[in-house]
């Protein structure tokens, strides 16, 4: 006779659940066409108003795609809808008509190469304050604002670095002739 443990009444539903969300994450949604909606933004919506004006704008119903029946299996699940997220190195926004998937706790990037929405493996946004959730939908990614800020705060850091190397360049030039300087008047004893 099979006997079941006490824990198996909750591993089996967490288990539907994961294999559930593993397959809504995982699935096929590339868009080629999804490349040629991308526009370059200094900054994304920042409430569902602001987003919902931005998706008019957009029009992505508008756009004639044939990617619908690769995922139709799912298609009430994938709609080809307005996104704004960051580029896969995290130093842009970008606005883009894509299908939206279920993140599991990432910030959404479009992957430029794969014409895709996807996690942002070098971004776990649950880490951020406030956190995002472990499974959202990408369509909704300007809840989580706090992944956009890492395009700012890489900004930043190039700016800083870049102005380190500016500074250090001017200090060494005048450094290392005053050495040469130095150097030569001890040779030839002037
Ligand atoms: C972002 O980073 C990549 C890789 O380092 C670089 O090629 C690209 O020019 C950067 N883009 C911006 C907007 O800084
Ligand atoms: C995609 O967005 C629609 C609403 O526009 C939503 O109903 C659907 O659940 C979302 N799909 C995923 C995989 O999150």
């Known amino acids: 006779m099979m006997r079941f443990k006490r824990t198996d009444l909750y591993t089996l539903p967490l288990l539907v659940y994961i294999i559930y969300h593993l397959k809504k994450s995982m699935a096929f949604t590339s868009c080629g066409i999804s490349i040629l909606t991308v526009n370059y933004v200094k900054q994304c919506p920042e409430d569902s108003k602001s ?48 299908f939206n998937r279920t993140l599991l706790g990432y910030c959404a990037e479009f992957n430029i190469l794969g014409s895709v929405i996807q996690d942002n493996y070098y971004a776990d946004c649950t880490k951020h304050d406030p956190p995002c959730p472990s499974v959202y939908n990408s369509a909704e990614a300007y ?37 040469f300087r130095f150097i030569i008047r001890k040779l030839l004893h002037i």
């Open 143 to 179: 809840k989580y604002q706090s992944c956009y800020k890492l395009v700012e705060q890489n900004e930043r850091n190039t700016k800083i670095i870049s102005a380190a190397k500016r500074t250090s360049g001017n200090l060494t030039t005048p450094f290392i002739s005053i050495f």
């Open 51 to 98: 987003w919902q004006m931005a998706a008019k704008r957009m029009d992505c119903d508008g756009i004639e795609q044939d990617c619908q029946q690769g995922i139709r299996a799912d298609s009430h699940q994938f709609v080809f809808q307005y996104h704004c997220v960051i580029n896969v190195w995290r130093n842009a926004t970008l606005e883009v008509c894509a």
